[in-house]
């Protein structure tokens, strides 16, 4: 049993983070876009990765925690691990209120700075990837 709720929180860590990869690709548009047609287009399609990435969170930090109690609480990795999913709650939380922002005409922001912003999920996944593999400590 232990295998199979591990493959799926994997498919569905995959399918959410590949979400939180490509939505502020969008973001990058939306700050450079001037045209009224392709601004409402970028932004409902940014509405709509949102809320199918949030349907895929769930499950993923639901098989999770279902894995962390299968192993205990016990592991040092783990606890690291638990906190760079929190983080990854809170980007993925972050998306959504620029989301409204660009929504009521408000940004900010430059089309640089969310490249940067986009790069966050990339490290987020590397280093749990790197703690829940090679476990070191």
Known sequence: MYLWIKALHIVFIASWFAGL?????????????????????????????????????VPALLLGLWLAMMIGMKHGWLHAKLLLVVLAIGYHHACGSI?????????????TWFRWFNEVPVVLLLVIVILATVKPF
Do not use: C, D, W
């Open 21 to 57: 990869f490509y939505l502020p690709r969008i973001f990058v548009n939306l700050a450079q876009e001037t045209n009224p047609a392709a601004l409402e287009r970028l932004q409902g399609m940014a509405r709509r990765l949102y809320r199918f990435t949030t349907i895929l969170m």
């Open 99 to 111: 989301l409204k922002k660009f929504e009521r005409g408000v940004n900010t922001r430059s089309h």
